[in-house]
């Protein structure tokens, strides 16, 4: 019977949990040294990739008729469908060019994205270790097969359904799958059949993460076949609506209303007025198509997907395109220290005896600690590894015996050797020094013992802080031998003998102030929040310019309501000695202020912070659980990784809303003017197909808007979607564009006595012409001349200009298009009248943005404080 075969038929008939370890190895023709390569490669072949398709992938078929899903596409199909049931060939033919070069460019671009970002995600892909040949390796969790073994340690994610086989005070969120908010322990057992998930205790699911401790697991389900895979489809339903996907929403609402506001006035009026019904029919669909920027998706997908490019090449790896927006909007960034304002590269200055005298015994016993532990990868232990090897230290000759994993309420970490020369076990612990002198009764002095009284207490708190107040960081170390017993738990780490200090170094960055300062020009706050000690976080704070003084510490916060915590929250700088709740709470205070927050961080405690941030930051040195939460992964920890990524999502929104506001304030202008005019005109102001003509050519340079160039000030400022601002941007500028063209009209009608083909060719050149003019003008609050666009969207703009005043003069496809040559005199007329356009935009733009900026933060705060 074939392997998959098997899995299918174990599955089928008994549930995993329910079944003897040794006959769901054997269903799964499987050991506890694992597969084979080959055969796992094999399996891997018949049941497809471990991954589930939550965001089905942009495959090139799906991506075309995506662009014809769009409503605007719709209308235009339709029109192309009404012209040539009435036998209008040449019309249907040109609105149906348009369609396509529309859907065409929005297919290109959008492809082009899908694939960027497809990549960016490839480069975060989820590793484990994994049993193949008798070996452990690391490989892709989308590798993993039924029957492969995989080993699990705190921080990890589960990466597919399966049985434990060993474990070690092995707990497990289960939250994403069952609700429950606390970790559930996880053991080797047997359980009835019928036991309901949040009870299948030897069981861990896809979706989960390991909170602490270490397991070995037999993968049973992957991909779709997993619990989570069967939720995937409602999941997908429920996922939280971000505010820039808000903001699109509300956007395109707003233009909808008044899209039908105007289509029916206008329909009903030409009706009325006896005109063709057709023709006024196409103009109507004409002007709801022309109000629309049809090539938004494309360009946004262009924008956002050309920033994550730009980001990944410093450093800094989008993981949710739509996380850009918030990033930008970040004005304030809560983070650890270590790594971000230090230098990230622990050191073990000393091993050192209570009294403070360097100790090879005490650092022995921290290296056996080290050496030994399975559970986080983490700096302090390799330091302290690295310190042992170059001390000639190794374990041979010793056996470990158990281990009582790292957690965060303990604060520390317990390993059982077994000596050869002794029949007693030796337990060494490690960890936050209150948390080690907690559990100890003595203390060691002179290579002996002493009662740890108060006096000794109080020696040691004080030396601690002395170290502390120097910016040294030290964990305590605690030993004790008992007569070997059957297994360890927590209740063994009592009545220990305090060994000694373990001293830590981890400078502050050079260069760290620097970055600090070009934060808080760019309109960002620094917010440490650690679980070190104070002094530790005090010295540091103070070395790299911040106010060390506005601390408030995991005790204080425990004891404050909600209320008294938003109040405190903004005005302090250290946050201290704080649990991963505590955490959570900051962020949420600090939003409840009206801020954006950022948070930094790459550990199981941060992970809760990280979901509840604006934007969670995380490192692609971070633990599963963290870079999972996170928006946005930084390949080197480093704030001025961040600030450049800060920077460039500031930059990529910009030049999106750039777009939206530059073209739906013109689209706006010129279709409220034609509005107005079509009652009053003996004909259209212009045919359909030159009003579809136009739209399409107006937004060919905005394709290029990605590269353009930001101004400083935009960039100093965080930057949020506001649909109010942008409706009054539409209605302030689209006017501003009305005014300029109903005097095109009266210039036309009362001085040229323009007929029909002349009216339409000398307004559609003009109507052109200020459209694209505008985006040179509004692409920048200052003065244009004093802000130089970006080159590929520039000479777009001046390209697209030109084949504007040419179109006229070619003459096969003028006449398709229904325009004749104008008169030299008119040319002169339209240059006059593009040129006041331009310094009646100069003069508005300036008044607009000289309303006090106060008034639209105070509207961005009171919908945060809603928001909170």
Not at 78 to 97: E, N, P, Y
Not at 427 to 434: L, V
Not at 633 to 639: A, P
Request: with cysteine; glycine share 8%.
């Amino acid at each position: 019977m074939a392997a998959d075969e098997t899995t299918v038929r174990v599955e089928a008939d008994t549930p995993f949990w329910s079944l003897e370890p040794e006959a769901l190895l054997s269903g799964l023709r499987s050991n506890a040294q694992g597969l084979s390569a080959v055969e796992a490669q094999r399996r891997w072949r018949v049941l497809g990739p471990n991954a589930i398709d939550e965001e089905r992938g942009a495959g090139v078929a799906r991506l075309a008729l995506r662009q014809f899903k769009s409503p605007l596409v719709l209308i235009l199909v339709f029109g192309c469908a009404v012209s040539a049931s009435l036998r209008q060939w040449l019309d249907a033919a040109i609105i149906l060019a348009i369609v396509l070069g529309s859907c065409g460019l929005g297919f290109a671009q959008e492809y082009r994205a899908s694939t960027a970002v497809a990549q960016l995600r490839r480069r975060l892909a989820l590793t484990v270790k994994v049993w193949r040949d008798g070996t452990l390796c690391t490989r892709e969790a989308s590798q993993l097969v039924p029957g492969d073994v995989v080993q699990l340690s705190a921080g990890n994610l589960i990466p597919a359904d399966g049985r434990v086989l060993q474990a070690c005070d092995f707990l497990v969120s289960e939250a994403s799958l069952t609700g429950e908010s606390y970790p559930v322990e996880k053991q080797p057992a047997v359980l009835d059949a019928e036991a309901p998930m949040a009870h299948r205790s030897n069981a861990v699911f896809l979706g989960t993460s390991v909170r602490s401790g270490t397991a070995t697991m037999l993968v049973v389900h992957t991909g779709e076949r997993t619990a989570y895979g069967s939720l995937a489809a409602s999941l997908r339903t429920v996922a939280p609506e971000t505010e820039f996907e808000r903001g699109v929403q509300q956007f395109g609402t707003l233009l909808v209303r008044v899209m039908v506001v105007m289509v029916l006035f206008v329909l009903i009026v030409n009706l009325g007025l006896g005109r063709p019904w057709i023709d006024s029919l196409l103009f109507a669909v004409a002007l709801a198509v022309g109000l629309s920027p049809e090539l938004l998706p494309a360009i946004m997908s262009v924008t956002l997907s050309s920033g994550a490019r730009k980001m990944a090449q410093r450093g800094v790896i989008v993981r949710r395109l739509e996380a850009i927006e918030n990033l930008g909007g970040m004005d304030l960034l809560c983070t650890d220290k270590t790594g971000t304002l230090t230098e990230g590269l622990m050191t073990l200055d000393a091993a050192v005896t209570p009294q403070g005298l360097a100790s090879p015994e005490v650092l022995r016993l921290a290296y056996l600690n080290a050496a030994m532990e399975t559970g986080i990868d983490n700096p302090l232990d390799a330091a302290l590894v690295a310190a042992g090897e170059r001390a000639g230290l190794d374990t041979q000759g010793l056996r470990k015996v158990d281990e009582i994993p790292y957690d965060f309420l303990r604060k520390r970490l317990t390993i059982v050797v077994a000596q050869p020369s002794a029949e007693q076990h030796l337990i060494i612990t490690k960890g936050a020094f209150d948390k080690v002198l907690s559990v100890c009764t003595q203390v060691a002095h002179a290579g002996g013992a002493l009662a740890l009284d108060e006096a000794q207490r109080a020696g040691l708190q004080a030396w601690f802080q002395e170290q502390g107040m120097r910016g040294l960081r030290l964990l305590g170390l605690a030993t004790r031998t008992v007569a070997p017993q059957g297994g360890y738990g927590h209740a063994d780490e009592a009545g220990m003998c305090f060994a000694g200090f373990l001293v830590f170094a981890d400078p502050p960055k050079a260069d760290v102030k620097d970055t600090l300062r070009l934060l808080a020009s760019r309109g960002i706050g620094i917010k440490i929040i650690t679980g070190d000690n104070r002094h530790v976080a005090a010295h540091v704070a103070a070395s790299v310019g911040l106010d060390a003084r506005a601390m408030l510490t995991g005790e204080q916060i425990n004891a404050m309501k909600d209320e008294a915590l938003w109040h405190r929250a903004e005005k302090t700088t250290l946050f201290v000695e704080v649990d991963p709740q505590q955490k959570e709470r900051i962020v949420r205070a600090l939003q409840h202020a009206g801020h954006t927050v950022g948070y930094l961080g790459d550990g199981i405690n941060d992970a809760p912070a990280l979901h509840a941030a604006d934007v969670g930051i995380s490192v692609d040195q971070a633990v599963d659980v963290a870079r999972e939460s996170a928006d946005v992964v930084l390949l080197r920890r480093d704030l001025d990784v961040l600030c450049q990524g800060v920077e460039d999502g500031r930059r990529t929104f910009a030049n999106t809303l750039k777009y939206i506001g530059i073209t739906t304030s013109a689209n706006f202008g010129n279709m409220v003017s034609m509005a107005l005019a079509a009652p009053l005109l003996p004909f259209l102001p212009l045919a359909a197909k030159q009003i579809l003509l136009n739209n399409f050519l107006s937004d060919l340079p905005s394709l290029t808007i990605a590269t353009d160039r930001v101004d400083e000030e935009t960039l100093n400022t965080a930057q949020r979607w506001d649909v109010h601002d942008l409706r009054r941007y539409m209605i302030v500028f689209g006017l501003t564009s009305t005014v300029f063209d109903l005097l095109s009209f009266g210039l036309l009608l009362k001085v040229f006595d323009a007929h029909e083909a002349l009216f339409q060719t000398a307004w559609f050149v003009v109507s052109l012409l200020t459209e694209l003019v505008v985006v040179l003008l509004l692409r920048t609050h200052r003065p244009a001349w004093r802000s130089r666009p970006g080159t590929l969207l520039w000479v777009s703009t001046v390209a697209v200009a030109g084949l504007a005043v040419a179109l006229p003069f070619a003459t096969p496809l003028a006449g398709l298009f229904g325009m004749v040559v104008p008169p030299g005199p008119l040319w002169l007329s339209m240059g006059a009248i593009v040129l006041g356009y331009v310094l009646a935009t100069e003069a508005v733009k300036w008044r607009f943005y000289a309303v006090p900026a106060r008034r639209r933060r105070g509207r961005v705060q009171a919908r945060r404080r809603r928001r909170s």
